[in-house]
């Protein structure tokens, strides 16, 4: 009997990690079977969760047949450097956009934890000598050979009783939901792993989204298993740009910068694009814009390259302001030479660096220099997993360990929530009731516990579904 057992994103947002085994239950040698990976992903956040990246899959890595990937944030891709050097050598299944962005975001994952355990060696800060990178950068790169890409909606069957095919989550470029085919005794049951879930179609509530908009309607499936981070919360409905624009304005009157934590792709452009429109609109001033990622114009290149993920609004802003890296007043900085020129600037500017919860990259060095002086204003406009940086930093701590220094938090700490790539409670609701059927269970992964259990109590509540929280570890039969 085929079983999932939830590896990571289990009572947390990240380590997205569900093995399917179509062998036997009771079968840890891999050998029975097929065994597929949804997601490999990263742990971030808390010691406790981070530690988990260092302990192998229950079963051997080299068993593993294959990975189907959703998208391309390291909390679900993250992970796969890493399950190759433990000796995964199966074929990686993702859509275009996702390998394009793989080929960025995991290079430069391998290259900070091998600057990170640098830190800690120069440091003596680590318990463990030597401290060691998760993986380095150059076996982040010799793992892209593996990935094979898949079409939105084309059917690959990976074994006689396992097939596949993506469908849109419109979540982040790229970015999909796996619809897995299991035929066990001639019976073929579905399961639907959503990845993240991206927001409704409505662009007023939901400005700037730049991938197609609203996940895939009208889905069937006997089992599913799906994200809740915003399982117990509901965006603001008002459109953002009028007070993000206000919260710019003052800070440049007081002779600040505006600091802005962001993933390097896609919602780095997004925001850009969407600071050049309330300049050319004559909302903000004119001041110089520092895109501070060693990923940051390949990132352009990338998200410039998949007109076909676009929605209407991103068509229009490219169409009226062509590609961001002709824009007069915007910096690409892709060196660490060009990175401390930024440190430098003694007038306001936006610089906008990864990542974007502060866990590591370039953003950490633009905080510890600009956190202690009032003038600044840091900007969230992405979600913070509890135990991050960026969480300690928006609930109003007075102070955040920043390269082992306790760095005072003086600057003024802004929160915008409508920039989200999460559907929230009611949108989720919402998608679900395109179901034409109710699936025999779904297992809901990827949110904080509380998040978890009360979007298990709506959707039960609502729809009459039988829900349940995934646990770290958990196996489930697929019957
Ligand atoms: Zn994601």
Redesign the pocket.
């Known amino acids: 009997m085929a079983y999932i057992q939830f590896l990571g994103a289990a009572g947390t947002v990240t380590g997205?990690k569900h093995l399917i085994n179509t062998g036997a239950a009771d079968d840890s040698s891999g050998t029975a079977g097929f065994q597929v990976l949804v997601d490999c992903g990263m742990f971030q956040g808390q010691k406790e969760w981070r530690e988990r990246n260092w302990q192998d899959v229950p079963i051997p890595a080299d068993k593993v047949d294959a990975v189907i990937l959703?998208?391309?944030?390291l909390?679900?891709c993250g992970w796969i450097p890493r399950l190759v050097k433990q000796g995964f050598r199966g074929p990686i299944y993702a859509t275009p956009a996702t390998i394009d962005l793989c080929a960025i975001v995991l290079p430069d994952s391998g290259h900070l934890q091998e600057e990170d355990a640098d830190f800690y060696n120069r440091h003596q800060k680590s318990k463990h000598h030597p401290a060691l990178p998760l993986y380095t950068l150059a076996e982040a790169e010799a793992c892209l050979q593996s990935f094979k890409p898949v079409a939105f909606e084309q059917t690959i069957q990976l074994s006689p009783e396992l097939s596949f095919r993506f469908v849109r989550a419109a979540?982040?470029l790229g970015?999909s939901m796996a619809e897995i085919t299991l035929t066990t005794n001639r019976q073929g049951k579905r399961l639907l792993f959503t990845?993240?879930i991206g927001r409704v179609r409505n662009q007023n509530i939901a400005p700037g989204k730049v991938v197609h908009s609203g996940p895939n309607e009208g889905e069937i499936a006997d089992l599913v298993v799906m994200?809740s981070t915003y399982g117990n919360r509901t965006h603001p409905t008002d459109d953002p740009r009028p007070k993000l624009a206000e919260a710019i304005r003052e800070t440049v009157e007081r002779g600040g910068s505006v600091i802005v934590p962001a993933f390097a792709i896609e919602r780095t452009q997004k925001f850009v694009f969407m600071l050049k429109e309330l300049m050319e609109l004559g909302q903000i001033p004119r001041i110089p814009i520092y895109c501070d990622s060693p990923m940051a114009i390949k990132a352009v290149q990338v998200f410039l390259k998949h007109t076909e993920e676009y929605s209407e609004a991103t068509k229009r802003l490219i169409s009226q302001y062509g590609s961001p890296l002709t824009w007069p007043n915007v910096t690409f900085a892709s060196t660490s030479q060009e990175s401390k020129k930024i440190n430098d600037s003694r007038f306001p500017c936006v610089i906008i660096s990864s990542s974007g919860m502060a866990t590591g990259g370039r953003i950490l060095h633009h905080l510890a220099q600009r956190l202690p002086d009032p003038r600044n204003l840091v900007l969230f406009i992405g979600f913070q997993a509890p135990g991050t940086r960026g969480f300690i930093i928006k609930s109003g701590a007075p102070e955040v360990k920043i390269f082992g220094e306790m760095i005072p938090i003086r600057a003024q700490i802004a929160v915008f929530e409508q920039f989200s790539?999460?559907a929230d409670t009611p949108e989720l609701l919402h998608w679900l009731h395109t179901f034409p059927q109710k699936p025999a269970v779904t297992y809901l992964v990827h949110g904080e516990p509380a998040a978890a259990s009360q979007l298990r109590d709506a959707m039960t509540k609502d729809l009459g579904w039988n829900v349940q929280v995934a646990q770290w570890l958990q196996k489930v039969n697929v019957q």
């Open positions: 997205s959703t998208h391309a944030h909390d679900h979540h982040i970015s990845g993240d994200e790539d999460h």
